[in-house]
């Protein structure tokens, strides 16, 4: 079996493949090539934490992938010094049922998680996008600026935190790291974040929303990756009603995403009003952004196909580069 550490994952699974994955898994997903149960979850009462299961099996032109991520989510990990999320993944050959490879899962999840908004950004923002509006800065919103740099020339960054302490930390650890531009700025307000942004990232575990919709300019295109709990709301309802909605998987987004259920749930727009999958979207079985006014939305709340197809990717790197170890299993 082969271990990889989280730097190792990190060296074996570069954003733009990462994102080139992710397109392919939707695509997976939307056209039923894929199996991917619900993630089945496990509350720990005693801590407030979350242990969550998901397994997946891809047919895809890649190859087969099997394999299932086991994601724990512990608010109380940080003042132990730990990180909040602890996941591992799990890569099976797919013909023998054979353990292949323990991958670190919480520097996984943060690449794939990236990539799945990096490759919404490719497929619906404006080509010219330039000002990026970053809310969260923990190791998601590290890839998703990653991912938005990846496929868009982006001048600008804009991070609001509710720590300000820790944004202008993040800030100055991010300038000018790989396609990331130098100047990144630490928005006072979420105002001064969104009002000239062309691509805003939603990154947070916010019970309400992080900015005001009349802030949002025509034409921008969110990414919301936060709000994985029916309770959690990152964007506002507002503009949902006048964005074309995407996301990763129906059945999961209206069963987990705040975001759609909650005013859903009000009664300000019904389950028809989501555009489709954005694997429908890769498959050419909808249309993407129609106008340069238009608003686009994308929302993700991380399905195991991700998790495999992102696997498989980081073994075939680490088998060529030589990246990892092998034990006896």
């Given at each position: 079996?082969?271990?990889?550490?989280?730097?190792?994952?990190?060296?074996?699974?570069?954003?733009?493949?990462?994102?080139?994955?992710?397109?392919?898994?939707?695509?997976?997903?939307?056209?039923?090539?894929?199996?991917?149960?619900?993630?089945?979850?496990?509350?720990?009462?005693?801590?407030?934490?979350?242990?969550?299961?998901?397994?997946?099996?891809?047919?895809?032109?890649?190859?087969?992938?099997?394999?299932?991520?086991?994601?724990?989510?512990?608010p109380?990990?940080?003042?132990?010094?730990?990180?909040?999320?602890?996941?591992?993944?799990?890569?099976?050959?797919?013909?023998?049922?054979?353990a292949?490879?323990?991958?670190?899962?919480?520097?996984?999840?943060?690449?794939?998680?990236?990539?799945?908004?990096?490759?919404?950004?490719?497929?619906?923002?404006?080509?010219?996008?330039?000002?990026?509006?970053?809310?969260?800065?923990?190791?998601?919103?590290r890839?998703?600026?990653?991912?938005?740099?990846?496929?868009?020339?982006?001048?600008?960054?804009?991070?609001?935190?509710?720590?300000?302490?820790?944004?202008?930390?993040?800030?100055?650890?991010?300038?000018?790291?790989?396609?990331?531009?130098?100047?990144?700025?630490?928005?006072?307000?979420?105002?001064?974040?969104?009002?000239?942004?062309?691509?805003?990232?939603?990154?947070?575990t916010?019970?309400?929303?992080?900015?005001?919709?009349?802030?949002v300019?025509?034409?921008?295109?969110?990414?919301?990756?936060?709000?994985?709990?029916?309770?959690?709301?990152?964007?506002?309802?507002?503009?949902?009603?006048?964005?074309?909605?995407?996301?990763?998987?129906?059945?999961?987004?209206?069963?987990?995403?705040?975001?759609?259920?909650?005013p859903?749930?009000?009664?300000?727009?019904?389950?028809?009003?989501?555009?489709?999958?954005?694997?429908?979207?890769?498959?050419?079985?909808?249309?993407?952004r129609?106008?340069?006014?238009?608003?686009?939305?994308?929302?993700?709340?991380?399905?195991?196909?991700?998790?495999?197809?992102?696997?498989?990717?980081?073994?075939?790197?680490?088998?060529?580069?030589?990246?990892?170890t092998?034990?006896?299993?």
């Open positions: 079996m082969l271990i990889l550490t989280a730097e190792d994952v990190r060296r074996a699974l570069p954003m733009n493949q990462a994102i080139d994955a992710m397109k392919k898994a939707y695509a997976s997903l939307s056209n039923g090539t894929a199996v991917v149960p619900l993630r089945t979850r496990l509350p720990i009462p005693d801590s407030e934490a979350l242990s969550l299961f998901m397994p997946a099996f891809v047919n895809s032109q890649a190859g087969n992938a099997l394999a299932i991520k086991v994601v724990s989510l512990f109380s990990n940080p003042a132990r010094g730990l990180a909040f999320i602890q996941a591992a993944v799990l890569v099976l050959d797919p013909e023998t049922g054979r292949l490879a323990l991958l670190e899962g919480s520097s996984l999840t943060a690449i794939r998680t990236g990539a799945a908004s990096g490759a919404a950004i490719d497929l619906l923002a404006r080509e010219e996008s330039k000002v990026l509006a970053v809310f969260g800065a923990g190791a998601q919103g890839t998703q600026i990653e991912a938005a740099c990846t496929t868009r020339k982006i001048e600008t960054v804009y991070i609001f935190d509710s720590n300000p302490e820790k944004a202008g930390s993040f800030a100055k650890a991010m300038r000018g790291q790989g396609p990331i531009p130098e100047d990144i700025r630490v928005a006072s307000n979420a105002q001064e974040a969104v009002e000239t942004a062309d691509i805003i990232c939603a990154a947070t916010s019970k309400k929303p992080v900015f005001d919709d009349k802030y300019k025509p034409g921008t295109h969110i990414s919301a990756v936060g709000s994985y709990t029916p309770e959690m709301q990152e964007v506002p309802a507002e503009i949902l009603q006048r964005a074309k909605i995407f996301v990763d998987s129906r059945a999961a987004s209206l069963e987990e995403a705040g975001d759609l259920i909650q859903i749930h009000t009664g300000l727009f019904d389950e028809s009003h989501i555009h489709g999958e954005l694997g429908e979207l890769v498959l050419g079985k909808i249309s993407g129609q106008s340069q006014e238009e608003i686009t939305y994308f929302k993700s709340v991380g399905i195991a196909v991700q998790d495999a197809m992102a696997a498989q990717v980081a073994l075939k790197n680490a088998h060529r580069l030589n990246i990892g092998e034990v006896d299993f």
